[in-house]
């Protein structure tokens, strides 16, 4: 038998910053269409409608800036990722 999944403090610190954007984006005027989207071996965290436009959120939550930022954190190997995977999400 199989223990219950249980989530690391980072994966729940994850998963409300998710919430906490996913929040933002609909008092917005945004419409969430997935969450945590898998394509091309990748993930979106948040593809949502703006009108006509297509807007896909990758969420970065840290507890500080001590590390860096969250902008800081998306290297421009993790934005090829990233757009390799919304490519592939628009392609299905």
Known sequence: MR???????R???GAEGERRAAD???????E????NARADRGELDLICRDGDAWV???????????????LESVT?????????AARAWMMR
């Open 3 to 9: 223990a219950p999944d249980r989530k690391t403090a």
């Open 11 to 13: 994966q729940l610190l």
């Open 24 to 30: 933002a984006l609909l008092a917005a005027g945004y």
């Open 32 to 35: 969430i269409v997935a969450r």
């Open 56 to 70: 896909f959120v990758e969420v970065r939550t840290r507890r500080g800036d001590r590390y860096g930022t969250g």
């Open 76 to 84: 421009p190997a993790k934005q090829s990722r990233l757009l390799r």
